[in-house]
């Protein structure tokens, strides 16, 4: 509840009766400042009119007074610019580190919105808020998910600068580890990205033109050569021999390491990695292939060369592409690289999973992959961590009941 406390003092929503201090002092919120979620004062930089005098700082929030003692604030200097004290329960006095006693304000959370909040939380439908959504402004709505796609793109770009970190700065073979364990949809990404791992580009690179080697080191690091079946089997297997003396490869993995549990026969590890050898190629797995592609229709089609399915390609060119253009064109300042991003996901249909599927029944348009990237942001980062209070239908669902 104490987060709730928060949100009243944040959005001013105020008891219909005088605000006052203990020691009955009249109190107006100027501005309530700006929240913080990491350690120290809950409100920077608020300003307070306490009696005839206008308070700048810091503002702390408890459910209870105690709680200021139980929290440690008495013995943090973090604490000694505190103009404000508020709490919903005001049941001691509270002094600070360096001796000061600051004002307390008692504060009720509205009986309604309390109420609503509890719905919100502890409802088992999904989405919780979905009896206020058809009654929403489109465009604020279209202003939630824009703000909720960019907020996707920076997390997902930065899981592509930590691999360029970890590679010293190699961008090639980042997009390469990228690529490869998004092949793992999920299930076996954490696989694929070790097996990528394995793989040392500029060896291969060496035999790029022979596909039959290709596929010999791929499935041979993956330790799947016996999974196949086919009649170039033992061909690969000796290649494998030969080139793993040649490029002195690291050990392999082992069949093991691969899931298969409900995963359909297109998704097999093995069927996935011959894809990509057939990509690695054909050049398409290269970061300028990737990059300097500004027309999505041509990126798909270089992808269904190598074999994969339509669907699939959506998945890679959102989760691959979409990324590695708004990491490289964050980092390196090109607004055109980021803006071709967006346009890639606003130029894509929309995903068809659960998640699409229930907040189209609330009544929202989702017509592009720009739409179903923000929406999956939203029940991930949002629905299901309960953090109604920063979201902004949530907010909207609290105004309005």
């Given at each position: 509840?104490?987060?709730l406390?928060?949100?009243v003092?944040?959005?001013k929503?105020?008891?219909l009766?005088?605000?006052?201090?203990?020691?009955?002092?009249d109190?107006e919120?100027?501005?309530?400042?700006l929240q913080?979620n990491?350690?120290?004062?809950?409100?920077?930089n608020?300003?307070?009119?306490i009696?005839e005098?206008?308070?700048?700082?810091?503002?702390?929030?408890h459910?209870?007074?105690?709680?200021?003692y139980?929290h440690?604030h008495?013995t943090d200097?973090?604490?000694?610019n505190t103009i404000l004290h508020?709490?919903?329960?005001?049941?001691?006095?509270?002094?600070?580190?360096?001796?000061?006693?600051?004002?307390?304000?008692?504060?009720?959370i509205?009986?309604?919105?309390?109420?609503h909040?509890?719905?919100?939380?502890?409802?088992?439908?999904?989405?919780?808020?979905?009896?206020v959504?058809?009654?929403?402004?489109?465009?604020?709505i279209?202003?939630w998910?824009?703000a909720?796609?960019v907020e996707r793109?920076?997390?997902?770009?930065e899981?592509?600068v930590?691999r360029v970190?970890?590679?010293n700065g190699?961008?090639?073979?980042a997009?390469?580890i990228t690529?490869?364990?998004?092949f793992?949809?999920?299930?076996n990404g954490?696989?694929?990205?070790?097996?990528?791992?394995?793989?040392?580009?500029?060896?291969?690179g060496k035999h790029r033109?022979?596909?039959?080697?290709?596929?010999?080191i791929f499935?041979?690091?993956?330790?799947?050569l016996?999974?196949?079946d086919?009649?170039?089997c033992q061909?690969?297997?000796?290649?494998?021999?030969f080139?793993?003396?040649k490029?002195?490869?690291p050990?392999?993995?082992?069949p093991?390491?691969?899931?298969y549990?409900?995963?359909?026969?297109?998704n097999?590890?093995h069927?996935r990695?011959?894809?990509?050898?057939?990509?690695?190629?054909?050049?398409?797995?290269?970061?300028?292939s990737?990059?300097e592609?500004?027309?999505?229709?041509?990126?798909?089609?270089?992808?269904a060369?190598?074999?994969?399915?339509k669907?699939?390609c959506q998945?890679i060119i959102i989760?691959?592409?979409?990324?590695?253009?708004?990491?490289y064109?964050?980092c390196h300042k090109?607004?055109a690289?980021?803006?071709?991003?967006l346009a890639f996901?606003?130029?894509l249909?929309?995903?068809?999973n659960?998640?699409?599927?229930?907040?189209?029944?609330?009544?929202?348009?989702v017509?592009?992959?720009?739409d179903?990237?923000?929406?999956i942001q939203?029940?991930?980062?949002?629905?299901?961590?309960?953090d109604?209070?920063?979201?902004r239908?949530?907010?909207?669902y609290?105004?309005?009941?």
């Open positions: 509840m104490e987060k406390l928060h949100y003092w944040k959005h929503i105020l008891p009766k005088a605000l006052l201090t203990t020691d009955g002092r109190v919120i100027i501005d309530p400042g913080n990491d350690q120290g004062p809950d409100f920077f608020a300003k307070v009119r009696g005098t206008v308070w700048v700082g810091n503002v702390e929030i459910l209870k007074s105690r709680d200021w139980r440690g008495h200097p973090a604490y000694n508020v709490a919903q329960v005001v049941d001691c006095d509270v002094e600070t580190e360096s001796g000061t006693h600051p004002p307390q304000l008692q504060l009720d509205p009986a309604q919105l309390a109420v909040y509890e719905e919100l939380n502890k409802t088992d439908d999904y989405p919780r808020c979905h009896r959504i058809p009654q929403l402004e489109r465009m604020k279209h202003s998910m824009d909720l796609l793109l920076a997390e997902r770009s899981n592509v930590e970190k970890k590679t190699n961008w090639e073979e997009t390469w690529l490869c364990r998004n793992g949809f999920g299930l954490d696989a694929f990205e070790r097996w990528a791992r394995l793989i040392p580009l500029q060896a291969v033109d022979n596909l039959l080697q290709i596929e010999s499935l041979g690091e993956a330790g799947l016996d999974e196949m086919d009649s170039d061909k690969m297997k000796n290649e494998f021999a080139l793993c003396h490029f002195n490869l050990a392999p993995m082992t093991q390491d691969w899931k549990l409900r995963t359909r026969p297109q097999f590890p069927v990695i011959r894809q990509i050898a057939r990509l690695f190629h054909s050049g398409h797995t290269q970061m300028r990737l990059v592609t500004t027309d999505v229709k041509m990126l798909q089609k270089a992808l060369d190598g074999g994969i399915s669907a699939s998945l989760n691959t592409v979409v990324p590695l253009l708004y990491a064109g964050q090109e607004q690289l980021m803006d071709r991003a996901l606003a130029q249909p929309a995903e068809d659960y998640i699409i599927r229930q907040w189209k029944s609330c009544g929202l348009d017509t592009s992959a720009a179903s990237q923000a929406l939203l029940k991930r980062e949002y629905c299901d961590r309960k109604c209070l920063r979201c239908i949530g907010y909207e609290l105004k309005r009941l």
